[in-house]
């Protein structure tokens, strides 16, 4: 895990899975979402908000790899 976190968000994101960092508004957004820090298997620590109707939070950096595969395979 990153060294620069705290040992309180160290322990949530042990037990819960996540740690809140706050609601952040992106360029184009209607509103603020809440955005977490989360383990990726794959990635480590990541950054993201939930999606769907579900509310999962999937990391930023997997979803974008898929699409580019996606893309490839329409292109194709």
Excluded: T
Excluded at 48 to 67: A, D, F, T, V
């Amino acid at each position: 895990m990153d060294e620069r976190l705290k040992l309180l968000d160290k322990i949530k994101i042990r037990l819960n899975g996540y740690v809140y960092k706050g609601d952040y508004k992106k360029e184009g957004w209607k509103e603020p979402l809440p955005f977490y820090l989360f383990e990726c298997p794959v990635h480590g620590l990541v950054e993201g908000y939930p999606k769907g109707h579900s509310k999962r939070l999937e990391c930023p950096i997997c979803r974008e790899e898929e699409e580019k595969i996606k893309s490839k395979k329409l292109a194709v």
